[in-house]
């Protein structure tokens, strides 16, 4: 199984500053087809998970552009620029190159 | 609006056999494969199964092989969720979910 390795980030974040939060898969999630087989989920208080960044760096519909992803093929960042209220919770990667799929553990971000 | 909601859950005693169901509206259902996922009460999330838009190729963690079936209808555009020999680990909300939308969850309680 691919194991998803999730960072801490040294909460609490000040509002308005930038958050990035690591990811590293135990097997390289690049496709011959060059896409990159990861997810990132925030899962807000009391809610669903909410799809944020699929294929590792395409933000979902809707979602703000303060959120970007990136990496390689066994590490990868989410980036938060200027972290509001609304971001707060748990986030989650997630590889779907092969099953089972994994999910990293959760980051939990909270506001200073 | 695309709709996933869920139902079935309840309090069952271990070794007992529960099904879910998961009606979805606001999208093609056929067009889509389908998951379960589940939380653990305070952990992160777990894929439990997956299912193709034609039925044609299902997956399962091993935690839950050999006693859980994952099916849908697209007639009725119903996933399902058929649990057996149902442990006390089992316990979780349990989430229908494409890779893009999520419903709200349902609580199944594995307990004597």
């Known amino acids: 199984d691919i194991v998803m390795t999730q960072g801490a980030l040294p909460n609490p974040v000040p509002s308005g500053e930038s958050a990035s939060i690591t990811c590293q898969s135990s097997?390289?999630?690049?496709?011959?087809?060059?896409?990159?087989?990861l997810n990132w989920y925030l899962q807000r208080p009391g809610q669903s998970p909410q799809l944020l960044i699929y294929?590792?760096?395409t933000r979902a519909s809707g979602v703000s552009d303060r959120f970007s992803g990136s990496g390689s093929g066994t590490d990868f960042t989410l980036k938060i620029s200027s972290v509001e209220a609304e971001d707060v919770g748990v986030y989650y990667c997630q590889q779907f190159l092969e099953y089972p799929r994994t999910f990293g553990a959760g980051t939990k971000l909270e506001l200073k | 609006e695309v709709q996933l909601v869920e139902s079935g859950g309840g309090l069952v005693q271990p070794g007992r056999s529960l099904k879910l169901s998961c009606l979805a509206s606001?999208?093609?259902?056929?067009?889509?494969?389908m998951n379960w996922i589940r939380q653990a009460p305070g952990k992160g999330l777990e894929w439990v199964a997956s299912?193709?838009?034609?039925?044609?190729?299902?997956y399962y963690a091993d935690t839950v092989k050999g006693r859980f079936t994952i099916s849908r209808d697209n007639a009725k555009n119903t996933l399902y969720l058929q649990m057996t020999s149902l442990r006390s680990e089992d316990t979780a909300l349990y989430y229908c979910a494409t890779t893009n939308y999520w419903g709200q969850g349902v609580m199944v309680t594995v307990s004597s």
């Open positions: 097997k390289s999630l690049l496709h011959s087809n060059g896409k990159t087989y």
């Open positions: 299912i193709s838009s034609s039925s044609s190729y299902i």
């Open positions: 294929w590792m760096s």
């Open positions: 606001g999208f093609t259902f056929s067009n889509y494969g």
